[in-house]
Nanobody, 124 residues
Framework: QVQLVESGGGLVQTGGSLRLSCEASGSTLSRYTMGWFRQAPGKEREFVGAVAWTGSTYTYYADSVKGRFTVSRDNAKSMVYLEMNSLKPEDTAVYYC????????????????WGQGTQVTVSS
């Protein structure tokens, strides 16, 4: 079992930056692929980015955030981060951290554990 708690959301202007954090507990973080998803009102939850479970820095991103968002992890601190730059109003959503015991996937069903989410609002 893995418990995930996100933090760092808030209100930011277009072009601004935010860093989301995800604290994991209950199991060794290094065993899991860690992903970030987001869900806007009236829309399905969508993949944002993920970092592999290995000691490598392999990451994968949705096209919509590539070059603007960065996923990273600190296994020693049991933390995962989502650095978001050049934010746009269309990035407004609830952002979720998720853990998977498998290789990187982009579907919600690829992930076994989820946090409660943190709201990000980008004003125009």
């Amino acid at each position: 079992q893995v418990q995930l708690v996100e933090s760092g959301g808030g209100l930011v202007q277009t072009g601004g930056s935010l860093r989301l954090s995800c604290e994991a507990s209950g199991s060794t973080l290094s065993r899991y692929t860690m992903g970030w998803f987001r869900q806007a009102p009236g829309k399905e939850r969508e993949f944002v980015g993920a970092v592999a479970w290995t000691g490598s820095t392999y990451t994968y991103y949705a096209d919509s955030v590539k070059g603007r968002f960065t996923v990273s992890r600190d296994n020693a601190k049991s933390m995962v981060y989502l650095e978001m730059n050049s934010l746009k109003p269309e990035d407004t959503a609830v952002y979720y951290c998720a853990a998977s015991g498998r290789a990187i996937g982009m579907r919600t069903r690829d992930y076994d554990y989820w946090g409660q989410g943190t709201q990000v609002t980008v004003s125009s």
